[in-house]
């Protein structure tokens, strides 16, 4: 047969892998403020823009690593640095961690009526198997990104209470007498 040569799902993902990750990064991009979405999709600078770089080459990177699956660690930084920027930012949890589940949306509009036409359904479900999996790794990040976040504001609230009591005389700073001595 000299025809096409079939490609899985997961090929058929790969061909256009540059144009769907774009599209997940522009779903990314919407759960901003309109403002931001423009300043975020039109400067291309890293230095101008970390974020939106950051953003737009996490997702292509992290949709990469979808489709192979093999590299743990690297599924584990390339969403990391999303999750990290979602973590600081004023969104819920679910907001924040909401963008994983994006992806699905992008694979099944772009590919719904081939995975119907040619049975590729679970091959579908086990990317959204995957596409989970991401999710709860997130999860874990989020949550450990969060916890760190409150730790230094606690600490910094107490360093500043700290400062505040020794300027008013009501503690004395032992190093500062030994730095005296």
Known sequence: MGGVPV???????????????????????????????????????????????????????????????QDAAAVEQALEM???????????????????????????EALLEEISREGL????????????TLALIAFDQYCKNREQLFALRVQEVKLAQHNLLRRAGMILDASADEAEK
Not at 82 to 108: D, M, T
């Open 82 to 108: 999303l999750v990290k920027i979602r973590a600081v930012q004023s969104f819920e949890p679910s907001g924040a961690l909401g963008f994983i589940f994006l992806l699905k949306q992008v694979l099944r």
């Open 121 to 132: 359904v679970d091959e579908l479900l086990r990317l959204e198997t995957r596409i989970d």
């Open 7 to 69: 490609l899985d799902l997961a090929g058929r993902l790969a061909a256009r892998k540059a144009e769907l990750a774009a599209k997940w990064a522009d779903l990314i991009f919407g759960s901003y403020p309109e403002e931001t979405q423009k300043l975020w999709k039109q400067q291309k600078n890293r230095f101008a823009n970390p974020v939106g770089t950051t953003i737009s080459e996490a997702a292509e990177r992290l949709f990469a690593l979808l489709l192979d699956w």
